[in-house]
């Protein structure tokens, strides 16, 4: 076979077989496709797209590459949930002490933030003391014991979209959607899950843009869960303005906090207790979802989804304390109140661009290597919707940066204002099942 027939076939729109993807697949992982070749496959996908079956081969290929994660010594239904990523998006950190609350094993690898968008295990080492390397043994011994454990994603694990992800990034080929539903779906699946709950993401800060585009994509993956035999739902939910009101890795735990102790903002919890109900009823501890729904919304009331995740916390040696008393988290020596300058109604905010301001602040990373300020971060004061009158603090930054004069410039530029009260923002477009 030569990589340059199988890219004329791509090109001219025909169905590639599963040889020939993992040929490619095989080939460029280990060195004997050059960067070229691969660019022009990707390029040929992203203009002719690929079929179910080519998508399902194509997600068999990557998670081939590498290890999978053998979770059969973990009793029960092990369920795992995924975001296709976002801006305060916290909500992980929230639904699994929700679920572990009701018996759920949920045994998570997550990863780190990369530009705007933060990482799960980001914000959990912004706990002091807090380990996400765990060895195999304690991993599971944690779920089996407390039905709960996140540790940061293994190296090994499908080692060629990690590879293909790295160029994709810089040949234009990343928002193809038979491309984001292998490489999301391929981690999920070495990673062990049996069922899947996908949060995708759509708006400014997401990688879709319009809904018609991000329910596309969470069918895409759907159908890959159930051509893998894995049970798979798909929530497709707003990202047209950041989650919540914290951005930034202490921040964001901060208000995990808030969510858990029963006190968290309607769109947070709203989103969380679907995610949590849809895997609780694909866990089979609920029959349905509207009684999962009442019961995790009792859970978050009685105070037990918070002590889970101080348990949580404690077995994965972080300080305990910090859940009661979360203002000792890190806490940033600046702190930047952005005033409105004008009686006006938030009409929208581009959560990309706060992403991209609590990144300039140190919350988050411009390049792999660089390091992370936990207690960096931007606090939304306001959202869409609400009303503002001149000198009304929008949001505030928290930086230990004397020189924020950029962040600054890019949070002020994210808001936009009308004089109309603009339609209120839905948290949830759709579910896939
Ligand atoms: N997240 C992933 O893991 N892969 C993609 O291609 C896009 C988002």
Known sequence: MRIVDVINRKKRGEILNREEIDFVVQGYTKGEIPDYQMSAFLMAVYFKGMNKEEIANLTLAYVNSGERVDLSRIQGIKVDKHSSGGVGDKLSLAIIPICASVGIPVAKMSGRGLGHTGGTIDKLESIEGFRTELTNEEFIS?????????????????????????????????????????SIMSKKIASGAECIVLDVKVGSGAFMKSVDEAVELART????????????????????????????????????????????????????????????????????????????????????????????????????????????LPQAKYHIEIKSSSNAYVSSINAEDIGVAAMLLGAGRRTKDDKIDF????????????????????CVLHTNYENHSDAEAVARGAFYFSDNKPEPIKYIYDVIK
């Not at 540790?151 to 038979?178: E, W």
């Not at 002590?307 to 910090?322: D, S």
């Not at 960096?376 to 009304?392: C, F, P, Q, R």
């Open 142 to 182: 944690n779920v089996n014991k407390y039905k709960i454990a996140i540790v940061g994603q293994s190296p090994n694990l499908t080692p060629a979209d990690k590879k293909i992800y790295a160029l994709r990034d810089v040949t234009a080929t990343v928002d193809s959607i038979p491309l984001i539903a292998s």
């Open 221 to 328: 993956m759907v159908d890959i869960g159930k051509s893998l035999g894995r049970k798979t739902i798909a929530v497709v939910t707003d990202m047209n303005q950041p989650l919540g009101h914290e951005v930034g890795n202490a921040n964001e735990v901060r208000e995990v906090i808030e969510i858990l102790r029963g006190k968290g903002s309607e769109d947070e919890t709203t989103i969380a207790l679907t995610i949590a109900s849809h895997m609780a009823v694909l866990g089979e501890v609920f029959a349905d979802f509207d009684t999962a729904y009442k019961e995790l919304h009792n859970i978050l009331k009685s105070g037990k989804a918070v002590e889970k995740f101080k348990e949580f916390v404690m077995i994965q040696g972080g300080n305990p304390e910090l859940i009661d008393y979360p203002d000792r």
């Open 375 to 394: 207690s960096a971060g931007i606090t939304m004061v306001k959202k869409v919707g609400d009303k503002v009158n001149t000198g009304d603090t929008i």
